[in-house]
């Protein structure tokens, strides 16, 4: 590994040899693509929870399922090359929870991000978030309602994500390994 970048990891239930943006589920925080995490433990808990709904879909026990978890390790560049379009959110802020919230409600949104980084809406924050479209809060869209759901989802305990949402960006990773885990 290089000091000169980042190592990033990939987990799910499916085995790629190459990575296609397009493959990404739909409603997903930063839109559909490939996402990524410098945590190994989050990145292996979404792997696990991808298992866990797929068992439960099929009826099936933990025991009974041949589904894998796998793991996918990546280098990226720390210095982000020029050519690529970043949004980065620090922390949740409006405007993070309104980008995600354009993502998460359209199926087809789209961004002229190659790349973005930023807290994950993860499974702990889903109802709060759903609480929040359904005007739990007030006015979806109003800085009142945002800044409740802000302070109800724990912002500081959100685990960050990068998102590559173009071929440009992925062709900047270089897998390193790949692992099935149990």
């Known amino acids: 590994m290089s000091n000169q970048s ?18 990404g589920k ?6 559909r693509g490939f996402y990524t995490t410098q945590n190994r ?23 009974e399922s ?7 390790t990546y280098e990226f560049p720390t210095a982000i090359p020029e050519e690529l379009s970043v949004k980065e959110f620090p922390e949740p802020t409006r405007e993070w929870m309104l980008f995600v919230g354009a993502n998460r409600t359209n199926a087809d949104c789209r ?8 807290p994950t809406a ?10 929040y479209f359904f005007g739990g809060y007030g ?16 912002p500081n305990e ?12 992925v062709n900047y990773l270089t897998r390193i390994k790949t692992e099935v885990i149990q």
Do not use: W
Request: proline residues 2%.
């Open 26 to 31: 739909p409603f997903k925080d930063f839109g």
């Open 6 to 23: 980042l190592i990033l990891y990939h987990g799910t239930i499916y085995d790629f040899d190459r990575i296609d943006v397009n493959c």
């Open 122 to 131: 993860n499974d702990r924050t889903n109802l709060s978030i759903k609480t």
């Open 66 to 72: 041949d589904i894998k978890m796998r793991l996918y």
């Open 139 to 154: 006015d979806v869209g109003s800085d009142d309602a945002i800044d409740i759901l802000l302070k109800i989802i724990k």
């Open 111 to 118: 961004h002229e991000y190659d790349i973005v980084i930023g």
């Open 41 to 63: 433990e989050h990145a292996v808990s979404i792997a696990a929870r991808n298992r866990e709904m797929i068992i439960a879909r099929q009826n099936k026990t933990d025991t």
């Open 158 to 169: 959100l685990p960050h994500q990068i998102f590559f949402g173009t071929d440009k960006a």
